[in-house]
Structure formats: C-alpha cells, structure tokens
C-alpha cells in the first residue's frame, strides 16, 4: 500500500515570504497525486492535482503554484504568501480504483 | 456537479451509545462512496467504501455505512460509541465525470462524552 510522506509537519512564515510544501509517494508508481487545503474548522478545497510529471491542473484561482518534478514527488510553492494561505496541508493519492485517495499526515502553516 | 451534505456539523454522544453521522450527495447516478475520518492535526484515514453491489459496507474499526439509493444517502454508523472515537468524519464522493476527484462534505465533529 501506499505511503505519503510530507515535510515539514508544521511552518512559520512571515506575509510576502516565499513557501514551498513537499509530498513524496512510496509503493505505487504513476499515481495520480493531490493538493487539498483545510482552513480552520472546515472541510477540504482541492487546489491542485496531477496524472503525470509535469502535468498540474488548478482547481481554485489563487497565489500558489504546484509543480511534479517526480513521478512521485509533488511540490506545492508560493512567491508571497498571504494571511489567507494559513491552513492545514494534505497531499493525497488514489487507491488501486483510482477512486478512495489516501492522505499524507499534513503540513500545518501559520502566516503571521 | 455533484455535491456533499453532511446536516450535523457537530454531533455528541455518550460512550457506549450508538452513533449515526448522515451523508446526502447529489448526482444523476451512483457515484462512488466514502467516508473518512480525521483525528485533530492528522491526516484522513479511509474508513469505508462503497462502489457496488451489497448497499451494507463493513469498514474500519467497527463502522459500517449503508447506501440507500432512493434517498441518495451514505450514513455512517457504529453500534458502541467508543471514547477514541472522538473525531472529524468526512463523507465524500466520487464520479466518472469528473475525472476521478473526490467531492467532500464539509465534515461532523463528533465528540464522546464519558
């Protein structure tokens, strides 16, 4: 089965201050691949996914940017960040279905 | 498009009592269906799935969901509340329209009182 790795757990940074969030993917190739955002005690926004290298759609219009170097690396980036980007991270694949998604353990960023 | 109801946002129940989150979903035809659940600060945790065939699905740690097409309903239930319990559960659902992405609902916080 699959398994997500995200770094880092949690993130501190200023307003204007770049980012850049890393989701690797081990025991399953080619997956398809996933960036949700939570904000605070509410459900999830999916803002980006991938079916192949270099292949990213954009869900919601905004400040950040994903990008697959790696059939199984994802990378969600920003050049400045804004308050509104504070949330709670999840990278995500699909099953064997394509269907159920399995989850990383999620990166927590603050921006203060 | 389709789209996810959860009606309770926030649902509390005695340990040892039973449990039942509701799922509404809209969508011309049966999707796929799922229910997830998210311990504070973590990730989700696939709980159960429905894709076919027998409308009673047996998941994870002791929760079973029932499809009900008439209804267009996926609720969630368990017999026995236990106090590790305690957690946000997501329904969601996905169909061969939209490329394979999951549509969730906004999530029930559940609570176990002792």
């Known amino acids: 089965s699959q398994t997500i790795h995200q770094w880092p757990a949690t993130l501190v940074q200023p307003v204007g201050s770049p980012l850049s969030l890393e989701c690797t993917v081990e025991g399953t190739s080619n997956p398809n691949l996933y960036w949700y955002r939570q904000a605070a005690g509410r459900g999830l926004q999916l803002l980006f996914y991938?079916?192949?290298?270099?292949?990213i759609s954009s869900e919601v219009p905004q400040n950040l940017s994903a990008s697959r170097p790696q059939d199984r690396q994802f990378i969600l980036s920003s050049k400045k960040l804004l308050l509104s980007d504070s949330g709670f991270y999840l990278c995500?694949?699909?099953?064997?279905?394509?269907?159920?998604?399995?989850f990383g353990p999620g990166t927590r960023l603050t921006v203060t | 498009a389709q789209s996810v109801t959860q009606p309770d946002i926030h649902i509390t129940v005695s340990e040892g009592a039973s449990l039942e989150l509701r799922c509404n979903y809209s969508y011309g035809a049966t999707p796929y269906l799922f229910w997830y659940v998210q311990s504070p600060g973590q990730g989700l945790q696939l709980l159960l799935k429905?894709?076919?065939?027998?409308?009673l699905v047996q998941g994870i740690k002791g929760f079973e969901a029932e499809f009900k097409r008439s209804q267009s309903s996926f609720n969630l239930r368990k017999p026995s509340v236990h106090w590790s319990d305690a957690a946000e559960y997501f329904c969601?659902?996905?169909?061969?329209?939209?490329?394979?992405?999951?549509?969730f609902g906004d999530g029930t916080t559940l609570t176990v009182k002792p």
């Open positions: 429905y894709f076919s065939g027998d409308t």
């Open positions: 995500a694949t699909t099953g064997d279905r394509g269907a159920e998604q399995y």
């Open positions: 991938s079916v192949g290298i270099g292949q």
């Open positions: 969601a659902v996905v169909t061969t329209t939209n490329a394979g992405k999951s549509t």
